[in-house]
Nanobody, 116 residues
Framework: QVQLVESGGGLVQAGGSLRLSCGAS????????MGWHRQAPGKQREWVAK???????TYADSVKGRFTISRDNAKNTLFLQMNSLRPEDTAVYYC??????????WGQGTQVTVSS
């Protein structure tokens, strides 16, 4: 098992930046893929970005070129650098991963609000 705790959310003006962190309760090196999702009010949770153990990254079209996902295995932490934020990026952001048995783990989420 692993506990994931997100931090770094907040209120920012459009065009601004935020860096989200996701701390894990144990080593994240064993997780083949870790990712970020978000859920806006009244909408379904959507995938944002993912990163593999080998640091291969993939992004949703809506954030490509603006967001950067990274992982620090030594610190057991996943990051999401968000630049050029837009009001439509407003959502609760969650980190997630899946272990080798196929069990999914999610953090409690961190709120990001972008004002216009």
């Amino acid at each position: 098992q692993v506990q994931l705790v997100e931090s770094g959310g907040g209120l920012v003006q459009a065009g601004g930046s935020l860096r989200l962190s996701c701390g894990a309760s144990r080593s994240i090196f064993s997780f083949a893929v870790m990712g970020w999702h978000r859920q806006a009010p009244g909408k379904q949770r959507e995938w944002v970005a993912k990163i593999s153990r080998t640091d291969s990254t993939t992004y949703a079209d809506s954030v490509k070129g603006r967001f950067t996902i990274s992982r620090d295995n030594a610190k057991n932490t996943l990051f999401l650098q968000m630049n050029s934020l837009r009001p439509e990026d407003t959502a609760v952001y969650y980190c997630s991963t899946t272990d080798r048995s196929g069990t999914d783990y999610w953090g409690q989420g961190t709120q990001v609000t972008v004002s216009s």
